[in-house]
């Protein structure tokens, strides 16, 4: 924790919402770098006629659940002022994505496979809209360019790292300790999270104090 306090505080040039929401997104993108570039191996080692065509149904069921879902929740969160809902969304879907890698562990059939990508898009269409609503709010003025690099380059760097980590334990000790590895990063990510909970609350009080009284003329 020592480490983690001194990048908020000294290493990342930003203000604090910011930097926990980079190393909170590192440490989740880590776990999962663990295990993402190799699932298609593990499906076709672990799960019961598994072979592209599941490997693949799988990925696209992640990646249309979350696109689809995650649409009306960005919409229903920016229809509620403040902060405190996108904060719990996020909140909600970390912890929830934590969940999944457990799954694993425990998949044999396909449908197996299946449902567990069905949980982690509702958890990540729930988790990405509200994080990126929250880190836009917070960018420092004049270092939106630098603030979007260094969490886009916190990506790279941490996927790339996780994916040759990962390659190496699974091929030396299996799949298991991997799926435990990206649960506890995924858990990790969640906790960071709560240090910002009273700069979240507080954002209900500065719009209601800054957006017009759209009853007023010169208001929305």
């Avoid at 000790?173 to 507080?202: D, E, H, R, T, Y």
Wanted: with cysteine; glycine share 10%; aromatic share 14%.
């Amino acid at each position: 924790m020592k480490i983690i306090k001194y990048l908020i505080g000294k290493i990342i040039p930003f203000n604090k919402v910011v930097k926990v929401l980079i190393l909170s997104d590192l440490f989740l993108l880590f776990g999962w770098g663990l295990v993402t570039p190799i699932l298609a191996i593990f499906i076709t080692e672990s799960v019961k006629s598994g072979d592209a065509k599941v490997a693949g149904i799988a990925t696209g069921i992640f990646w249309l659940g979350k696109s689809v879902i995650q649409i009306p929740i960005a919409h229903y969160l920016d229809k509620k002022r403040g902060e405190k809902d996108d904060y719990r969304a996020m909140i909600a879907g970390t912890i929830l994505s934590g969940f999944v890698p457990l799954g694993f562990i425990f998949v044999s059939l396909p449908w197996h496979l299946y449902l567990l990508q069905g949980i982690y898009a509702m958890a990540m269409a729930f988790a990405v809209p509200s994080w990126s609503a929250i880190f836009t709010r917070h960018i420092d003025k004049g270092k939106e360019a630098l603030t979007w690099g260094v969490e886009s380059s916190s990506w790279g760097i941490g996927t790339g790292v996780a994916g040759i980590i990962g390659g190496l334990v699974a091929n030396s000790f299996g799949f298991k300790p991997l799926f435990i590895g990206v649960c506890l990063f995924n858990f990790v990510a969640a906790a960071l999270l709560f240090l910002i909970a009273k700069n979240a609350s507080l954002q209900k009080e500065i719009y209601s104090a800054i957006t017009p009284d759209p009853r007023l003329p010169w208001g929305r």
